[in-house]
């Protein structure tokens, strides 16, 4: 079974503010970055839904919690 790639936080910012351009589709985005459009819906929904800060929180705010306790 193939692994699940990951994408870093940055990769995801940059992928979601190219998206957001006026006159961009989400397939050209997608096909340019190689991600599936789903992915990147999923990425844009996590936005909508946290804003640009908290949308992507990866292992670092994590390990960064999990220390404080």
Known sequence: M???KRYSTEFK???F???S???VTEFLVCEELGINT???RRW???VREHGEEGAFPGHAR???RNSLN
């Open 2 to 4: 193939a692994r699940r």
């Open 13 to 15: 910012q940059q992928a």
């Open 17 to 19: 503010k190219r998206a």
């Open 21 to 23: 351009k006026p006159g």
């Open 38 to 40: 789903r992915q990147l």
């Open 44 to 46: 844009k929904d996590a």
């Open 62 to 64: 994590a390990v960064m």
